[in-house]
């Protein structure tokens, strides 16, 4: 019976274990009393059988790092034990416990080889790879139970792991292992998303192969050019220049961007520049039809540290004229956006717009019909929506009003000035806030495209999901934190058709009743009622007058028994709503939270 890759590599590393310490104690066994000498012939023997076999386990332990990070844990062994039972020939080929500061950087790999199913399964991370960057080394973070970080490369990191060579792997993206510690940075790193981008197009191929046809590269650059400048109001520009062709005997993609340094580090002042574009016939991730792209971070060059994003393109994504909005897609990765979804929620038998467990709900990768970071058509490549325009802080204050209260509100047409979309907080979960936020999108300039195959009839609703890990954020720097943006569907049996809120419907959020309502809409803007559920104000506790010290927000319980955060305190008191009962009261720890929402 054939045994599964699993447990083949259980029983490798089982038995490399078993000799690697057999002959540790054998060897120490071997030294003589008498005259504290070792036996030299067989001990030498022994020393490079045992170098041998740390470093063929050190290989299979590689490969369990990258591929089964859950597994590469279970076998690593402990410093402590380690360092009393190797010596330094074993140890040099040993992994080790570490806990690593440094930059987080956020690497979209290429979706051709995913399947459909792996490509729209929210816990799905084979998108993505992630790397920390800590002082002239790079890791490639792997994490055990599979989860996924949702924090926006730029960030300052902590991570308790195993390191071996380039690899780190921790428990979970989700505990106090991998802890975001400044999410401040971020506001610097939004700096550098204003003003020109220089981006240097470094061309390579192999030795003696013909050149390849770029005849659309200028026209593709132009295009993308007019695409930033357009949807920033002029905050953003980009100007390019074209290095090579270079000549290299490297085979496959270049996935950290290191080998362009090495190859082009001479010819280029990089300091000079934001971004790098790479075009190469040889990258096999990009030959059939696949691009990719990493968030700017930080490179040692012969110029000094520079920070760049980096964006991966084949010649044919400069060839047709089809690929016009992969080239706008893949910097808009360099700028900080991630995918904007669409969501297809169920109740069990029908596809609804939102349901209250998001469980219930797929984020279908790409599926914003109305954001050139979801759908990609050759024509179509709508505005970047608010949630990303927010992060990257192209859109603030003046443009996204937070709805705080009942009210009837008015949004401009999102590819006008003033404010163009409503920002609704929904609900405080354990780790994340979502917000609801909301756009009217009308047939101008990049957006033209919509009228081709739909209606306009009314605002569109996303679904936003801010991450902030195991630190709390305070509410005006939520923005800074990293971002998930769903499409809520309003005809959700009619895809890729999205009507958006036509004037007389109303949206009711399932878990929290609180509705959106269009009362009329013009070319120009659109009239929104919202109606927020929240609790009666509190009046006072304990003969204490509640005033104006209160802090007014919203909680909830997540569905598998973890507390939420209960956001209403006077002095050293926190105080929870019972929406069932009505009441507020004084919240103690020993309290044992069911699930639902609480407010406070």
């Not at 040993?94 to 929210?122: A, R």
């Not at 300052?156 to 690899?167: H, M, P, R, W």
């Not at 975001?180 to 971020?186: F, G």
């Not at 993308?224 to 074209?242: C, F, Q």
């Amino acid at each position: 019976v054939g045994l599964s890759p699993e447990v083949e590599s259980r029983k490798s590393i089982d038995q490399l274990n078993r000799e690697i310490f057999d002959l540790t104690n054998l060897e120490k066994s071997f030294v003589d009393e008498s005259k504290g000498l070792v036996k030299a012939g067989k001990s030498a023997k022994r020393n490079k059988l045992l170098e041998t076999k740390s470093l063929e386990r050190k290989n299979k332990m590689l490969e369990l790092a990258d591929k089964n990070p859950g597994l590469f844990l279970t076998y690593s062994v402990p410093n402590k034990i380690q360092n009393e039972k190797f010596r330094k020939k074993v140890l040099k080929n040993m992994e080790k416990e570490v806990s690593v500061d440094g930059e987080f950087v956020v690497f979209e790999v290429p979706h051709t080889h995913l399947t459909k199913q792996e490509l729209n399964d929210p816990k799905n991370n084979k998108g993505f790879e992630y790397f920390i960057n800590s002082g002239n080394k790079r890791y490639k973070l792997k994490f055990a139970d599979g989860s996924v970080p949702l924090s926006p490369s730029g960030v300052d990191v902590k991570v308790n792991g195993v390191a071996l060579d380039n690899f780190l792997v921790t428990s979970s993206a989700g505990t106090k292992a991998f802890q975001v510690k400044d999410v401040k940075a971020l506001s610097k790193r939004n700096e550098e998303n204003f003003g020109v981008q220089k981006i240097a197009i470094i061309l390579t191929k192999a030795p003696g192969s013909p050149t390849p046809d770029l005849t659309l590269l200028e026209s593709h650059m132009q295009h993308a050019d007019d695409y930033y400048r357009t949807i920033t109001n002029g905050k953003v520009s980009l100007e390019w220049d074209v290095y090579g062709w270079y000549e290299n005997n490297y085979d496959g993609g270049d996935i950290d961007g290191f080998r362009l340094f090495d190859l082009t580090d001479d010819y280029i002042d990089f300091s000079q520049y934001s971004k790098i574009i790479s075009i190469d016939t040889r990258n096999v991730q990009t030959t059939n039809g696949g691009a990719y792209a990493m968030q700017t971070s930080t490179f040692i060059t012969d110029d000094g540290d520079v920070r760049l994003g980096i964006a991966w393109f084949g010649p044919n994504h400069f060839r047709y004229q089809n690929n016009i909005n992969v080239v706008v897609h893949e910097l808009g990765h360099t700028f900080g956006s991630r995918h904007s979804s669409r969501l297809e929620c169920s109740d069990g038998s029908n596809k609804i717009p939102l349901s209250a467990n998001l469980d219930n709900c797929i984020f279908y990768e790409y599926g914003d019909y109305f954001d050139v970071m979801g759908w990609l058509g050759p024509n179509e490549g709508g505005h970047i929506n608010s949630i990303y325009q927010e992060d990257i802080s192209w859109l603030d204050e003046e443009n996204i009003l937070e709805v705080i209260s009942d009210g009837t509100y008015t949004i401009n047409a999102y590819e006008k000035d003033g404010v163009v979309a409503l920002k609704i907080l929904r609900v405080i979960n354990d780790l994340s806030r979502d917000y609801f936020y909301v756009e009217y999108r009308t047939p101008l300039d990049y957006d033209s495209y919509i009228s081709n195959t739909q209606s306009v009839r009314g605002p569109t609703i996303k679904l936003n999901q801010r991450f902030f890990g195991e630190i709390p954020v305070p509410l005006g720097e939520i923005s800074t934190s990293s971002s998930k943006s769903g499409l809520i569907d309003m005809t959700p049996d009619d895809y890729p058709h999205n009507y958006g809120l036509a004037v007389g419907q109303i949206f009711i959020d399932p878990l929290t009743n609180l509705s959106i309502e269009t009362l009329g809409v013009t070319e120009n803007s659109a009239l929104i009622r919202v109606t927020l559920f929240y609790p009666p104000p509190p009046q006072c506790f304990n003969d204490n007058n509640c005033g104006e010290d209160l802090k007014l927000t919203i909680g909830y319980v997540h569905p598998f028994g973890k507390n939420g955060r209960i956001n209403l305190w006077q002095g050293n008191e926190t105080y929870i709503f019972n929406p069932n009962t009505n009441k507020w009261s004084l919240y103690k720890s020993e309290d044992k939270l069911k699930q639902g929402i609480y407010y406070g």
